[in-house]
């Protein structure tokens, strides 16, 4: 919990307060004195959650045996509909952890099994869902494409990002690398016929390849492709050998298996699909297959053709998400279809895609890293994730996605100048982004592509800003330069970050070996570990009214310091999980609140001399089953509790 001050945030900032913060400090006491007997307790109600739904599709599946089941894999974690869409729940095996999904399967002979490859190897249930089983060989390359024979369960293919193809036949206990004559750096796709197990496709930068053997060998097929850059492949459900193949030069199709390839027309341009983008997926309606369906994944959104490809329509009514990643067809009904976007989630189209809607209750991108409150709009929510940022205005209610400009949708940590709500600041994987308008548009501040997990604004002088990332990054110009520092600091990096807020050049670092403290702004630092040791530290908070006295969650409970980081004592009677975050009421301070690392969220009432978990009557699926990596209290009328979980954001009053 990166924790500022709301009274330091809220009152407006002259010359003399800036250079005398014992007077401001006192003004503020007295600001807390005179609302304490009006403001209501936070966090004392019920749970709710809105959200964030939606979020970004990495891949989208169908259950061949009930079309009203689908699956949904995301860098968040897989969710199930067993509604046709509309409604969702996180598909999670609490002692597995979230499962990110690269790359997602779907068993058609035994429709219950599923697989999803991860960055820590392969998944798979046998029961739907329910329950997981690990597979850990990790194949060289990053598994992106992933196909199960359909009519034999166990046997899968596995397609790597640095062009390998792997094949096992055991359900994914072991694997044989099968790329002999595969001539490719990448794999973009991975096809398996359906009358034959031994015969599959894939496309790769060098074209298309085919092996009759199950990958014993391979052979290039491209006689008649103009353009060996081939972005999709689809297989003809109804017509045996006949594939087509989409490359920036046109479509392809192939009546032979492969052998040879004639270009149906030149790739639409223009008014029809406007200027040459990436069509990474092309589906056949399986019961007309002159029709087709694509999508752009540079944002134009979704196309079809009635007459085998030679003209193509856009379909976009509805679609506020226009970056689609995957398409797939109801078996049963053709007219309908599903399409996974970038940061939309999913939308389903019931009259194949004249008019589509988005169907995400419950499929919340989740995995919320951090949250923020607008101290001047505190109806204003902010929500970091795995798949962006989200924001809401009805104080968590509704999330709309505010993530465009950024380079990618891994955010870790956020902070608002609190004299300017409207300027934003973002850790991500690749250094700290602005915005400095809401969240509207994000800009790389150029402070590197270091991995950025800790974010602080001095309340002070908030054009100082603070970034963790491997050593502490200062910048004194609201991010238009950075200084890096990191002296004193041990190696690795900055997991947290807190500011005194009357005295802020005195910083805190939580890192893998404990607390550093700062008292020049970042350049310098000490070890702060007396009582704590040398353990990694997830999340600290300071007290706002008494600011010597700060909080460390780790993964021994909580440990308060009331000397300012010079000493600590474990404070952890009735916590029974990891501490991942912090929050201090900033009108009660002796009320704190902690968030449980494997699920839970525990309040204090004395300064963390005692805990008690405080799940009692939340929803289904509420943050008693979820990780909490993030908590916030409203900072005007402390009377909210946001807890940021693996499963979106819950709020409790």
């Given at each position: 919990?990166r924790?500022?001050?709301p009274w330091?945030?809220?009152?407006?900032?002259?010359?003399?307060?800036r250079?005398?913060?014992t007077?401001?400090?006192?003004?503020?006491?007295?600001?807390?004195?005179a609302?304490l007997?009006t403001?209501?307790?936070?966090?004392l109600?019920?749970?709710?959650s809105?959200?964030?739904?939606?979020?970004?599709?990495?891949?989208l599946?169908?259950?061949?045996?009930s079309?009203?089941?689908?699956?949904?894999?995301?860098v968040?974690?897989?969710?199930?509909s067993?509604d046709?869409g509309?409604?969702?729940?996180?598909v999670?095996?609490?002692h597995?952890?979230?499962?990110?999904?690269?790359?997602l399967?779907?068993?058609?002979?035994?429709p219950?099994?599923?697989?999803t490859w991860?960055d820590g190897?392969l998944?798979?249930?046998?029961?739907?869902?329910?329950?997981?089983l690990?597979?850990?060989?990790?194949?060289?390359?990053k598994?992106?494409?992933?196909?199960?024979?359909?009519?034999a369960?166990?046997?899968?293919?596995?397609?790597a990002?640095?062009g390998e193809?792997?094949?096992?036949?055991?359900?994914?206990?072991?694997?044989?690398?099968?790329?002999?004559g595969?001539?490719a750096?990448?794999i973009?796709?991975l096809?398996i016929?359906?009358a034959?197990?031994?015969k599959?496709?894939?496309?790769?930068d060098q074209?298309?390849?085919?092996?009759?053997?199950?990958?014993?060998?391979w052979?290039a097929?491209?006689?008649?492709?103009t353009?060996?850059?081939?972005?999709?492949?689809a297989?003809?459900?109804a017509?045996a050998?006949?594939?087509?193949?989409?490359?920036?030069?046109?479509?392809?199709?192939?009546?032979?298996?492969g052998?040879?390839?004639?270009?149906i027309?030149?790739r639409p341009?223009?008014?029809?699909?406007?200027?040459?983008?990436?069509?990474?997926?092309?589906?056949?309606d399986p019961?007309?297959?002159?029709?087709?369906?694509?999508?752009?994944?540079?944002?134009?959104?979704?196309?079809?053709?009635?007459?085998?490809?030679?003209?193509?329509?856009?379909?976009?009514?509805?679609?506020?998400?226009?970056?689609?990643r995957?398409?797939?067809?109801?078996?049963?009904?053709?007219s309908?279809?599903?399409a996974?976007s970038q940061?939309g989630?999913?939308?389903?189209?019931?009259?194949?895609g004249?008019?589509?809607s988005a169907?995400?209750?419950?499929?919340g991108?989740?995995?919320?890293?951090?949250?923020?409150v607008?101290p001047?709009?505190?109806?204003v929510?902010y929500?970091?994730?795995?798949g962006?940022i989200?924001?809401?205005d009805?104080h968590?209610?509704?999330?709309?996605e505010?993530?465009?400009?950024?380079?990618d949708g891994?955010?870790?940590a956020?902070?608002?100048?609190?004299?300017?709500?409207?300027?934003?600041?973002?850790?991500t994987n690749?250094?700290?982004?602005?915005?400095?308008?809401?969240g509207?548009?994000?800009?790389s501040?150029?402070s590197?592509?270091t991995?950025v997990?800790?974010?602080?604004?001095d309340?002070l002088?908030?054009?100082n800003?603070?970034?963790?990332g491997?050593?502490?990054?200062?910048?004194?110009?609201?991010?238009?330069s950075?200084?890096?520092?990191?002296?004193?600091?041990?190696?690795?990096?900055?997991?947290?970050?807190?500011?005194?807020?009357s005295?802020?050049?005195?910083l805190?670092?939580?890192?893998?070996?404990g607390?550093?403290?700062?008292l020049?702004?970042?350049?310098g630092?000490?070890a702060?570990t007396?009582?704590l040791g040398?353990t990694?530290v997830?999340s600290?908070?300071?007290?706002?009214c008494?600011?010597?006295?700060?909080y460390?969650?780790?993964?021994?409970?909580?440990f308060?310091s009331?000397?300012?980081?010079?000493?600590?004592?474990?404070?952890?009677?009735?916590?029974?999980?990891?501490?991942?975050s912090?929050a201090i009421?900033?009108?009660?301070?002796?009320?704190?609140?902690?968030?449980a690392?494997?699920?839970g969220?525990?309040?204090?009432?004395?300064?963390?001399?005692?805990w008690i978990?405080i799940?009692?009557?939340?929803i289904?699926?509420?943050?008693?089953s979820a990780?909490?990596?993030?908590?916030?209290?409203d900072?005007t009328?402390?009377?909210t509790l946001?807890?940021?979980?693996?499963?979106?954001?819950?709020?409790k009053q």
């Amino acid at each position: 919990m990166r924790f500022t001050s709301p009274w330091l945030q809220l009152l407006p900032l002259g010359k003399h307060h800036r250079d005398h913060p014992t007077d401001l400090l006192q003004i503020l006491l007295i600001s807390w004195f005179a609302v304490l007997p009006t403001i209501a307790e936070a966090g004392l109600g019920e749970w709710t959650s809105g959200g964030p739904y939606g979020g970004t599709v990495v891949e989208l599946v169908i259950d061949p045996s009930s079309s009203t089941t689908l699956y949904v894999g995301t860098v968040s974690g897989l969710f199930k509909s067993t509604d046709a869409g509309a409604s969702w729940s996180p598909v999670i095996d609490r002692h597995l952890g979230f499962i990110k999904a690269n790359a997602l399967a779907i068993a058609e002979s035994t429709p219950d099994t599923v697989y999803t490859w991860s960055d820590g190897g392969l998944f798979k249930s046998i029961d739907a869902g329910k329950s997981w089983l690990r597979h850990t060989q990790l194949l060289q390359g990053k598994v992106v494409q992933l196909a199960v024979a359909p009519s034999a369960s166990e046997t899968l293919f596995a397609g790597a990002q640095t062009g390998e193809v792997y094949r096992s036949e055991n359900g994914g206990e072991s694997w044989d690398m099968r790329s002999n004559g595969l001539e490719a750096s990448r794999i973009g796709g991975l096809v398996i016929d359906p009358a034959s197990e031994d015969k599959v496709y894939v496309i790769s930068d060098q074209g298309v390849f085919r092996t009759f053997d199950g990958g014993g060998s391979w052979e290039a097929i491209n006689y008649g492709i103009t353009n060996l850059e081939v972005q999709s492949l689809a297989l003809d459900p109804a017509t045996a050998g006949e594939l087509y193949a989409m490359t920036s030069s046109g479509l392809f199709r192939t009546s032979e298996g492969g052998s040879r390839w004639e270009r149906i027309a030149p790739r639409p341009t223009g008014r029809e699909l406007g200027p040459p983008g990436k069509l990474e997926t092309l589906v056949v309606d399986p019961a007309t297959p002159s029709r087709l369906y694509t999508a752009d994944a540079q944002g134009r959104g979704v196309y079809r053709s009635d007459d085998e490809g030679l003209s193509w329509s856009r379909i976009m009514e509805g679609l506020v998400n226009p970056t689609i990643r995957s398409l797939v067809i109801d078996p049963n009904n053709p007219s309908i279809v599903y399409a996974g976007s970038q940061g939309g989630g999913v939308y389903r189209s019931q009259n194949r895609g004249e008019h589509w809607s988005a169907v995400n209750q419950g499929f919340g991108q989740g995995h919320t890293e951090a949250l923020a409150v607008d101290p001047k709009s505190p109806n204003v929510v902010y929500s970091a994730t795995f798949g962006g940022i989200f924001r809401s205005d009805d104080h968590g209610v509704t999330w709309t996605e505010s993530s465009t400009g950024l380079r990618d949708g891994f955010v870790r940590a956020l902070a608002i100048d609190p004299l300017q709500p409207s300027t934003l600041y973002a850790g991500t994987n690749h250094g700290v982004f602005r915005s400095q308008d809401g969240g509207a548009i994000w800009t790389s501040t150029g402070s590197g592509r270091t991995t950025v997990y800790a974010l602080a604004v001095d309340p002070l002088q908030p054009e100082n800003v603070f970034a963790g990332g491997q050593g502490l990054y200062r910048s004194r110009n609201s991010g238009k330069s950075w200084t890096l520092h990191r002296k004193g600091l041990p190696p690795g990096q900055i997991t947290a970050l807190a500011l005194d807020p009357s005295r802020p050049q005195v910083l805190y670092a939580g890192t893998g070996k404990g607390v550093f403290r700062s008292l020049d702004r970042g350049v310098g630092w000490s070890a702060s570990t007396k009582g704590l040791g040398a353990t990694f530290v997830h999340s600290l908070a300071v007290d706002p009214c008494t600011t010597t006295t700060l909080y460390a969650g780790v993964s021994g409970g909580v440990f308060r310091s009331l000397d300012g980081a010079a000493t600590w004592q474990k404070m952890s009677t009735g916590l029974t999980r990891p501490v991942g975050s912090l929050a201090i009421d900033p009108v009660s301070p002796s009320r704190v609140f902690a968030g449980a690392i494997y699920g839970g969220i525990f309040v204090s009432e004395d300064h963390g001399e005692s805990w008690i978990e405080i799940n009692g009557g939340q929803i289904s699926d509420g943050p008693s089953s979820a990780i909490v990596r993030a908590l916030a209290i409203d900072p005007t009328t402390p009377t909210t509790l946001y807890a940021g979980t693996e499963r979106g954001v819950f709020s409790k009053q």
